[in-house]
């Protein structure tokens, strides 16, 4: 039963790599891209795909390796289009990978660039709606696609078939992450994929009116409230002040009660009552009669 078991799961397709594109999916005329395709396992090779004919075959340097580069230099129109990869897993027995999902590539500088514009020009407010309009040039006939691009971002923000001139992108719900530098490109929907040159860039900033207008109101974690501390030498000025009265008052009643004694002493041997020893001894008390 283990056996059978073990059977089928070494006949099983291992899972799906990913493929991936850097530094992105759209690129000018001319420069260079690689192709990346990651598998889940440790691989013995790598096969890239491109509209389903093998384009290229690469072979780790070790058995332990999930990830293999493919290199493409000087893109030309020909290089665009729908790639993907597989692999030969180690632990299955000559037995391919699923495809990957198919990654698009495009290589724009062969149609004239399109006009870009916002209908919220500068500064839009948090949760709003921004259209960004994309306008083909009128000589290009036939189906055409777009596709908005941000700076940064390694594949298209989206993509929209069009009949027409014109296709507005909408970006719903806005957040300080939609904040960017965005362009357009238009391109023929099937081979070669001839696309335009990317249209000039378009700011586009962010701002939350619901955030506070004092910077210190909005501080997290919040800022505990003021408290009155004394420097440490005020407390030890303080401290010694302090001992310095009792000192002062224990004193002043030391003296208080010493003067009462000394002043009881004195009053005792002046009394009538006592005579006085002639032989030093002090005062003897006086016979009675």
Not at 113 to 140: D, I
Not at 159 to 183: C, E, H, I, P, W
Request: hydrophobic share 35%.
């Amino acid at each position: 039963m283990i056996c059978r078991l073990l059977s089928l799961l070494c006949l099983r397709p291992p899972s799906k790599p990913s493929l991936s594109a850097w530094p992105s999916t759209v690129l000018p005329t001319k420069s260079n891209v690689i192709l990346r395709c990651k598998s889940p396992t440790p691989s013995k090779h790598f096969i890239l795909k491109k509209e389903g004919f093998v384009l290229d075959t690469v072979k780790p340097y070790n058995l332990t390796e999930e990830m293999a580069n493919f290199h493409f230099t000087e893109l030309r129109q020909s290089d665009g289009g729908h790639y993907t990869c597989e692999y030969y897993s180690k632990w299955s027995h000559n037995t391919l990978s699923q495809p990957s999902d198919a990654l698009f590539l495009l290589v724009t500088g062969y149609l004239p660039k399109p006009s870009f514009q916002a209908h919220h020009r500068g500064t839009v407010t948090a949760g709003s709606t921004v259209t960004l309009q994309c306008q083909k040039a009128g000589s290009v006939l036939g189906p055409i696609w777009f596709a908005l691009l941000k700076v940064g971002h390694s594949t298209p923000v989206q993509t929209r078939g069009s009949a027409g001139m014109v296709l507005d992108f909408s970006l719903q719900n806005v957040t300080a992450r939609d904040a960017g530098k965005y362009s357009c490109v238009y391109y023929q929907a099937k081979a070669p994929y001839r696309a335009s040159d990317p249209s000039n860039l378009l700011e586009i900033s962010v701002i939350d009116n619901h955030l506070p207008q004092d910077s210190a109101a909005s501080t997290f974690p919040p800022q505990p409230k003021e408290t009155s501390y004394k420097p440490l030498d005020t407390m030890t000025e303080d401290y010694t002040m302090g001992n310095l009265i009792r000192i002062g008052v224990a004193a002043v009643i030391i003296l208080i009660v010493g003067g009462f004694l000394v002043e009881a002493w004195h009053s005792e041997r002046l009394s009538p009552n006592r005579q006085w020893d002639t032989q030093g001894k002090g005062c003897l008390p006086k016979a009675n009669t």
